[in-house]
Structure formats: structure tokens, C-alpha cells
Nanobody, 122 residues
């Protein structure tokens, strides 16, 4: 019913930048919050950044000042601009959306993308 597809990951040198994108498609009625999470090898999944329907944002302390989350409501798309990348930013980045479908307009559910790999070399 709903798909989230990420793109924009890759290999970059420390200090470099990447722009991640995530498009939500399918039987979407409305989207509340969209966000980015990441999981490094051997570590737990962690929140990177989230943006709600009103545009309020929240960031992990480790990325504040370096990453910027934004959203295009008309395109059901969320972006993550990553700057000044560090080797410790290496992880699989997952898109998340808190949304209602046309088949269940009274219930919000969490949906996840398949992930995109970001590798930062030192």
C-alpha cells in the first residue's frame, strides 16, 4: 500500500556532503512526521533527524549544525542534507514516515524505507 524509497547514499571523503532523499508513495491520506534514522555496524538504530507536518525539526546532538532535514509536502518527500561528514557518520540511513492511508484514515502507522548506505572515508 505504501512505499518509502531512499536515494542519495554513497561513498564520500571526510568533510564531504551528500543529499539523501526519500519519496513516499501509495495510498497515502496524510503524513504527520517524516524522519531519518541510521544504524552503524554493531550499533543500535538511532534517530538522526525528524520533521513534523508543521515544519518543526529535531536533530541528534551528533549531527546538529552539520545536517539539515527538509520536506516537500506536495511531493511526499523528505530530504537530509549532510555536510562536514565524519567517518562516524558511516551507517545505513533509513527513512521513516508516520502516516495515514486512504484505507485507514483514523489510524497512524509507521512505515520504513529499505535504507541507503552512507560511507565516509577518513
Amino acid at each position: 500500500q505504501v512505499q518509502l524509497v531512499e536515494s542519495g547514499g554513497g561513498l564520500v571523503q571526510a568533510g564531504g556532503s551528500l543529499r539523501l532523499s526519500c519519496v513516499a508513495s501509495g495510498s497515502i491520506f496524510s503524513i504527520n512526521a517524516m524522519g531519518w534514522y541510521r544504524q552503524a555496524p554493531g550499533k543500535q538504530l538511532e534517530l538522526v533527524a525528524v520533521i513534523n507536518s508543521g515544519g518543526s525539526t529535531n536533530y541528534a546532538d551528533s549531527v546538529k549544525g552539520r545536517f539539515t532535514i527538509s520536506r516537500d509536502h506536495a511531493k511526499n518527500t523528505v530530504y537530509l542534507e549532510t555536510n562536514s561528514l565524519k567517518p562516524e557518520d558511516t551507517a545505513v540511513y533509513y527513512c521513516n514516515a508516520h502516516l495515514r492511508t486512504r484505507y485507514s484514515v483514523s489510524n497512524y502507522r509507521e512505515y520504513w524505507g529499505q535504507g541507503t548506505q552512507v560511507t565516509v572515508s577518513s
